[in-house]
């Protein structure tokens, strides 16, 4: 049950701190995400200038950067990920522990970018994993990778503890390890996960899982 | 330093029995090139970098190129024996004439893969010089002598070229798949390369991808998945 946001000022000035358990449960869930420290290519560049101090990452409570995924809340694709390397960062995404978060940076992470037509590239990491956000841009400026960890944490923000759109780790029958793609004869195998990436035709009213 | 044919005459006193092609290059770069024989292409590689005025001790570049069968039609000359009617004072008269008539004809020449190899010499400050070699063709004996126990330059680029275009360097110390993986059964690299049908979502098709997606587009009841999806 949500508080009036004038009620709360109110007692505020009183003195008196109301809160809900969604609210400080989100609260404290946004305010130390945890990236895990892995970069793709040369997005990784700009992500490592995002957390340099011009950029500052720190302000958001996300410098800590976990050479571990057990460690990690979020993983940031930063660039392209080939078909070679596609299993091993599904892997690592299934070793993280819930909840976790995935950022996909720039046009590579998001679809191929300008390796779409090659036979060695995926054509964006959410064929195998739910992304909460896409950032276009190649490489995006360590601007947008701010823009796009405020929208995510926006998004923790959210979210509801109850009910349907409740986040995955407090779903129990929710899926929180993804197939991992064998690497095939021709290509990877399967191609694409589609139950995290249904055919756009078929994804209305479904919602993608993002 | 030497030109082509110089270095070939040097080729070919200094290894006997070896065979040497000089192919020119009409382009504006003008680097004729030196097909060497795989028999004998080791000890050349040998006699480059060891030749104390050639000392090509650097291996810069090496790249594969796939050739396919081709057609060649040309045109010949023929000379023949036609028969020819001719006026004169009787009618029907035929005589035999001998005709030069332009005939096209047609065969195929066989495909097959090839490797390129550029050289310099750090030590003369001189270059490139560039070696070719070819298989006997593209499907089974697609084999070819390793450059790398002369240039250890080479091993990487061999793996590639193994890799992309599948021929199999023989004496190389590591022949494996160096960019797609193990299980990996193509040549991507080959003209022939049918790529993964991966084409079911694309938001910006156009050309050949708009040509390949239709195929998907259709299978899913005629909507067009951009259109669908908003």
């Known amino acids: ?210 | 330093m030497k030109t082509v044919e110089e270095i070939k005459t040097a080729i070919l006193a200094a290894v006997p029995g070896a065979d040497v092609e000089v192919i020119p290059n009409p382009s504006p770069s003008a680097q004729p090139s030196l097909l060497l024989d795989p028999a004998h292409a080791v000890a050349v590689a040998t006699f480059l970098r060891d030749d104390a005025e050639l000392a090509l001790d650097f291996l810069s570049n090496v790249t594969g190129v796939d050739w396919l069968d081709r057609e060649v039609v040309e045109k010949v000359k023929v000379t023949r024996q036609v028969e020819k009617a001719v006026d004169g004072p009787e009618p029907n008269q035929v005589q035999m004439v001998t005709e030069t008539v332009e005939e096209t004809r047609k065969h195929l020449e066989p495909g097959h893969l090839e490797a390129v190899y550029h050289l310099y010499s750090i030590k003369k400050k001189h270059g490139p010089v560039v070696l070719r070699m070819r298989t006997v063709n593209r499907k089974d004996q697609v084999e070819l002598p390793s450059f790398t126990p002369v240039w250890r330059s080479a091993e990487f680029q061999e793996r590639e070229i193994f890799d992309l275009y599948g021929i199999v360097f023989t004496g190389h110390p590591d022949l494996r798949r160096l960019l797609m993986w193990p299980e990996f059964k193509d040549h991507p690299m080959r003209k022939d390369y049918v790529e993964p049908d991966d084409f079911e979502y694309e938001p910006t098709a156009h050309d050949k991808v708009l040509e390949r997606a239709k195929a998907h587009q259709s299978a899913v009841g005629g909507q067009n998945p951009t259109e669908a999806a908003r």
Not at chain 1, 49 to 78: H, N
Not at chain 1, 138 to 154: D, G, H, S, V, W
């Open chain 1, 1 to 210: 049950m949500a508080v009036e946001q004038n009620l709360k000022i109110e007692l505020g000035k009183q003195g008196v701190f109301v809160t809900t358990i969604e609210e400080l449960y989100n609260w404290g869930r946004r305010s130390s995400v945890w990236p895990m420290q892995f970069g793709l290519a040369c997005c990784a560049i700009e992500m490592i200038a995002t957390t340099m101090a011009r950029y500052d990452m720190a302000r958001f409570g996300a410098e800590v950067f976990r050479p571990s995924p057990r460690q990690a809340d979020l993983m940031i694709i930063s660039g392209t990920v080939t078909k070679k390397m596609a299993p091993q960062v599904v892997r690592l995404y299934n070793q993280m522990a819930e909840p976790k978060y995935v950022i996909a940076m720039g046009a590579c992470a998001i679809s191929g970018g300008p390796f779409k037509q090659g036979y060695n590239v995926l054509k964006g990491i959410d064929r195998y994993i739910p992304v909460d956000v896409h950032i276009p841009g190649c490489p995006p400026r360590p601007e947008a990778l701010l823009q796009a960890f405020i929208t995510l944490q926006k998004k923790i923000d959210g979210q509801s503890l109850t009910g349907e759109d409740r986040p995955r780790h407090l779903d129990a029958n929710a899926a929180c390890e993804f197939p991992v793609p064998v690497q095939g004869d021709h290509d990877l195998e399967p191609p694409a996960n589609r139950l995290v990436w249904p055919l756009p035709a078929r994804k209305q009213g479904q919602g993608a899982g993002d």
